[in-house]
């Protein structure tokens, strides 16, 4: 399957070569030739037909360079075959060092599916158990990584340095590292936990949904009020402190602000210039879950979000936005094209009480769960039948020219919204506009 993806972003005719990554800009000429030969048509009927509109010779150029392109594995590149070609390896941990939480957030997904917890804050000897698992799964590889998680993870402070210091200590005796996020609310951001991310290195994910009647509505504390006016002092603090572990704003949005560009203004405005704002994965029943009807406006807002990013550039104070981060010479390795959504097989969940899951957003759900850390002579690495993801390379994903991006969507949001063994229809189309707008960006800021 020699495979290319044409589209035209603002005026500029763009075309991505699926296999090799490579990316072109095409005139007018180029790409009315580019046409014809989607089409079947051979050099000749090319010329003859578009030479009387273009003129001989600038057809001519087009093929000539064209073909080039071919050769050079550019363009039309062949389909490489399905597989990673080796095993994967647990490389990272989410931790669940909290199930309860200091906020109610109406769109978490711990509340999602889930029986009440079997316990709220993690133990020490849960934490270490998990951190002897990993080292054991992970085989060869060297660096590993954990992620804090809750509920909040703050609420259970002590204990969250002490599996760091435990990981950190055992990765030593066995020539291993460890990198650390914490993923918090910022309720608790205080200036002592503030230092100790600083000093060790952390990474953070700190949650802000963007304007205080967007945030406040969505995330609420457990009397029912708004959050951002306690959030916010802290996170800003730390965040424009520019930590040395690094941190990203990461926002949600959902049906009620499908506006989301404002979001990113706002928080941009702030001061903020490292920015996620994901989409809100949620059962297609929630009031404030993303409809098929919201496709369009959702893109347009991408394309709005781009021209704020741009105009940020142009002025000399860009700042990052997740999604549109790509590198098409140094993107994933073959491997992690190939073989997608790590859930299950090099990233795993594991809950307070110390149950394992294929990932964080399907902790809890009973058919799921693969084992306990406590109990290590039964944990099972073989992915549930009812969680059996297909590939880039397989289903519908075949057929995708972004599948080596995505790496064949969430496993998660296909779960949740009842075709597990397929990507969501909704992620996907979304996928596929932000890689449009990612691309463009490129073809502006690199030259293409």
């Known amino acids: 399957m020699a495979e290319i993806h044409k589209f035209i972003f603002k005026g500029k ?11 072109h800009e095409f005139d007018q000429v180029a790409w009315q030739v580019l046409e014809r030969l ?27 360079e064209i073909r080039l392109l071919q050769r050079e594995g550019l363009l039309f590149s062949e389909a490489r075959e399905s597989g990673s070609g080796a095993p994967a390896v647990v490389k990272a941990l989410c931790l669940f060092a909290a199930d309860s939480c200091n906020l109610r957030c109406r ?12 316990a709220t804050l993690m133990s020490e000897t849960v934490g270490k ?12 590889r060297r660096h590993l990584e954990i992620d804090f998680f809750g509920g909040e993870p703050l609420l259970n402070w002590p204990t969250v340095r002490e599996i760091a210091a435990y990981a950190r200590e055992l990765g030593a005796s066995r020539g291993k590292t460890f990198g650390f996020t914490v993923t918090t609310n910022g309720m608790l951001l205080t200036p002592q936990v503030a230092s100790y991310l600083e000093r060790e290195g952390f990474a953070a994910v700190l949650s802000l949904d963007g304007r205080p009647e967007v945030h406040d509505r969505m995330r609420i504390t457990a009397a029912g009020h708004g959050s951002y006016g306690t959030v916010l002092p802290h996170i800003r603090d730390y965040a424009l402190a520019e930590p040395r ?21 706002h928080l941009y405005s702030l001061g903020f210039r490292h920015i996620s704002m994901e989409p809100v994965v949620a059962p297609p029943g ?21 021209d704020f990013y741009l105009h940020c ?18 993107g994933p390795c073959l491997p992690k094209r190939l073989s997608g959504c790590g859930a299950g097989r090099e990233y795993l969940a594991v809950t307070a009480a110390g149950e394992i899951y294929p990932c964080h957003q399907l902790a809890g759900r009973e058919e799921l769960k693969m084992g306990h850390v406590l109990d290590p002579a039964h944990i099972s690495l073989a992915l549930p039948e009812s969680f059996v993801p297909a590939g880039p390379l397989e289903g519908r994903c075949r057929q995708c020219w972004a599948r080596y991006h995505c790496g064949g969507g969430c496993r998660a949001a296909s779960y949740i919204n009842g075709e597990p063994g397929e990507p969501y229809y909704l992620e996907c189309a979304l996928q596929r506009k932000r890689l449009e707008c990612a691309l463009y960006l490129q073809s502006v800021k690199g030259g293409v």
């Open 129 to 140: 158990a998990a951190i002897d698992f990993l080292v054991a799964a992970s085989g060869p």
């Open 38 to 64: 989607e089409q079947g048509d051979g050099d000749r009927e090319i010329a003859a037909h578009l030479s009387p509109l273009y003129g001989a010779d600038a057809v001519k150029g087009a093929l000539s």
């Open 245 to 265: 572990g690094g941190c990203y704003i990461r926002g949600t949005y959902t049906r009620f602000n499908l506006d989301f560009c404002r979001d990113v203004e």
């Open 107 to 118: 769109y978490c997904f711990v509340e999602q599916g889930r029986p009440h917890p079997k």
């Open 13 to 23: 005719r763009l075309v991505l070569d699926v296999e090799s990554n490579a990316l």
């Open 313 to 330: 550039h142009e002025v000399g104070d860009p700042f990052t936005f997740f999604h549109f981060e790509i590198d098409l010479e140094r």
């Open 286 to 306: 929630e009031d404030y879950a993303l409809r098929e009807e919201d496709l369009p406006h959702l893109e347009e807002e991408y394309e709005r979000l781009v």
